[in-house]
Structure formats: C-alpha cells, structure tokens
C-alpha cells in the first residue's frame, strides 16, 4: 500500500533512461521526505496554422509536437537527498572512506564509519540523471525517468537549511500501484549552525547565506 501522505523513491541511472530503456539503475534507493514534488509533461502542440495551404481554413490538428518533462522538488538538506542531488546536478563524486588519517578541506580528520564525498563538474556529454516512483500527495502514482537537476538552489530557513531543484527529464508518465514501502535515513536534516562558509584563504563563520 502506498504511504497516505505520499513518498518519492529515487535511484541514480547508469545512464540516461528514455522511453524503454534499459539502463542499470543503482541499487541503493533513495526515499526523499520533500516537501514538495511537481513534474509535467509539458507537452507541445504542433501548430501549423501559419502553412499557406490554399485557403484561410483551419489546418488539421498534428497533436503533440514533443515533450519536455519539467519540474521542482524541495525539501530539506538531508544528507542522502543532497548526494543524490549533487551527483546529478554536478555529475562527478569521488568518495573515500574515512580511517582517521584523511581529512575534508577544512583540514578536518574524517573518522572511521564516516565518508568524504567531493563533487566536481563532469566533463563527459552525458549527464548523470536519476529516476523518481512517487505518489504525491495530490493522488496517483508517477513515474520518471532520465532526470536531471538544471538548477540546485540552498537557503537558511527556520533554523535548518533548505534546498529547490529545478528538474528537467526524458520520461514523465502514470503508474499503477508499485506497492513500496518507504524507508527513510536516520539522520536529522542541517541545521544552519552546522555549515560554516571556508574561503581559499581563511574562513569566517557567517550568518544566513544562501549558494
């Protein structure tokens, strides 16, 4: 049965997944607490009323031209949703254990148990995307595929650190039941006294600022 107030279930892809495709998605699912999910098909007519076709009455209708699956999700900064939301909108991670010797770039040791992921722009062609299962709370159960994060926006809010993607994808379509059963992470989202701004030269602790 799907959760009463709705869940969205996400999995990074190998590669992007149009119509039909195949393409390995990771195994590790992610089930995101948003506060908000909004995809549309946002489909375009295809308008041939400006054809000269011997006369001033109306052309047939062509139907949809194309679709370009857009949207937003937000919610707060949890540390899964901001690794699977960096991958996409950055496209590359390395991720390295931590044992107690190495450090983050604040040159601070990262302990055994816990990891340092940095996220640099990949400079492939191909774009790292996701897949989302969700039921908004709105009703239904949808599903896309081959979606990527154009716009990652964080902000302070009410004592805790706030995040807006703007998506774009490939496949945007309605679902019968999937049946999940949602499982979310056990750590708490940022709060705004734990991010501190570093500068290459120095750092300073700073109130409210937004990236």
């Not at 450090?103 to 055994?112: E, G, K, Y």
Request: proline share 9%.
């Amino acid at each position: 049965m799907a959760s009463p107030g709705g869940y969205i279930q996400a999995a990074l892809e190998q590669a992007p997944n149009a119509e039909g495709g195949a393409n390995a998605v990771s195994s590790n699912l992610f089930y995101l607490p948003g506060t908000s999910i909004d995809m549309n098909a946002t489909p375009t007519m295809l308008d041939t009323l400006d054809e000269l076709r011997g006369g001033f009455y109306a052309s047939p209708n062509r139907g949809v031209a194309e679709y370009a699956p857009a949207g937003q999700l937000d919610s707060r900064c949890y540390p899964s949703i901001m690794g699977l939301l960096l991958s996409a909108a950055c496209g590359g991670c390395v991720t390295t254990p931590g044992d107690g010797i190495i450090m983050d770039p604040d040159a601070v040791v990262v302990p055994a148990g816990a990891f340092r992921h940095v996220f640099s722009l990949r400079t492939s062609e191909i774009p790292q995307t996701f897949q989302m299962v969700y039921a908004p709370p709105a009703g239904g159960f949808w599903k896309s595929q081959g979606v990527g994060v154009d716009e990652l926006a964080v902000k302070a809010a009410a004592g805790s650190w706030d995040q807006s993607s703007k998506l774009v994808g490939l496949v945007h379509k309605p679902l019968a039941d999937p049946v999940l059963t949602p499982s979310y992470e056990t750590p708490g989202p940022w709060r705004t006294g734990q991010c501190v701004l570093t500068w290459l030269s120095g750092s300073a602790r700073t109130e409210d600022f937004d990236w």
